[in-house]
């Protein structure tokens, strides 16, 4: 891997405050109240120290796009989008529509799905030899490895589907499984149940399961820190608790209805062989669990970096949750030949997807951290392996950024269709993002330059 300068790196982190209770510790969020210790360096360090962190996060969806329905113009307030974008209007002001930004590797690659997912996010070639898994280590990834070590969690990889370990066309499907590599031989662990992603993220560090609410252990921390605040961080104190509670409950109820843990055989002992466990069948409340706890790990500094795979490439997700839509797979309805009721279909599940990216959005939105909102103290990505999903098109990508983050400006279209091929990859982008994070590259992927416009 190229030398990666760690002059932003290497600063050691502020002191972070937190609700202690019997083997756990739970971190709280930024509050004016609150002092903040600087590492070293004075008043410039103590500034720096008090400021929100920067995160990141990527949220991915499978099959691409209609593009007929993904479009934008204009830009603030006034941004036209197209119909898949609609859950993004009232958001416009904080997203930056880019067209045009492409892999050239996947591009080139005779797999149309697993020759162009698995590198999404590292723009390198994916092994199309059935002996050996390669592909290259993804730039979550890299963030990961270098400014990981300043939180309890190095990055959250989450997933809705489980990893596939079938053959599609000869290769491996964990190719359409994972989006995050921590080596191109290796891709990072997903976590799809959000009871152990819940754990490790409130536990003690380990994933350890606890037998009561974590909220109950620091109940005593809390009662002391509570007229040591001012009036308006104590109501962000109780905001904040609350949705810990929200989602302790989420999960303990889901788990009772046996919807996370998935069907089990009703025999102690199987009369047959035993089928494997099955996901969640309420599809949107197990992705809303799982951006709830992705907020929640940026929340409570546990982490920076996410990525999440709301489906695997070659999806077999059932969307018959959504209305007018039935009797279809995510993957019948990409690959439709453009039938127009099957098309209908499609422009639904794009929507959807968009919304979980809209949830997200106002999730963070509505997050203070000192005058700055969690949104604006994030860069979050939304995309797609493919453009045009039923016909694999791999010559551009449907990607979407929010947040003001790293000095993002939003409310506005990026366009690179013209710009030339050297000068419209995505691995310029993935460049730009990790420089705003602090760790920097000479090259990464298919390219050494940036996008200067980010």
Known sequence: MTRIERSAVNQRPSRRHFLRGAGVALALPWMESLPSFAAEGGKAASKAASK??????????SNGVE?????????????????ALKPMEPFREDIIFIRGLYNQKALESTSPHLGRMANLLSGETVSLDPSVIRVGTSFDQILAQEIGGQTPVRSLVLGIEPNELRLEDGLSMIYGSCLSWTSPNKPAAKEIYPSRTFDLLVGDGTGRQLDRSILD??????KALQPKISRYDR????????????IEKRIDQASKEQRLEGWKPSLSKPNMPR????????????????????????????????????????SQMNFNFLEGVQGAL???????????????????????????????LERMKAIDEGGTSLLDNSMLMLCSSLFDGDAHSA????????????????????????????????????LTLMDKMGVHLERFGDTDKRLTEI
């Open 235 to 246: 109501l962000k104190l109780d905001e904040y608790l609350e949705s810990v509670r929200s």
């Open 217 to 222: 252990e620091v109940l005593e921390d809390t």
């Open 330 to 360: 995510h993957l019948d309805l990409t690959h439709n030949g453009k039938a127009p009721a099957l098309e209908a279909m499609y422009l639904k599940t794009n929507q959807f997807h968009v919304q979980q990216f809209a949830y997200l």
């Open 52 to 61: 929100p962190p920067l995160r990141f996060a990527c949220i991915y969806f």
């Open 395 to 430: 010559d551009q990508l449907p990607i979407l950024l929010a947040g003001r983050g790293g000095g993002l400006k939003p409310g506005r279209i990026l366009d690179y269709l013209d710009k030339g091929d050297d000068n419209r990859r995505a691995c310029s982008l993935y």
């Open 67 to 83: 593009p007929e329905h993904w479009w934008a113009k204009g830009s603030g307030a006034s941004m036209e989008i197209g119909p």
């Open 275 to 314: 089928p494997d466990d099955k996901l969640p069948q309420n599809v949107p409340e197990h992705m809303k669990l799982m951006l709830d706890l992705i907020v929640l790990a940026f929340q409570m500094d546990k982490t920076r970096i996410a990525t999440l795979m709301l489906n695997n490439d070659l």
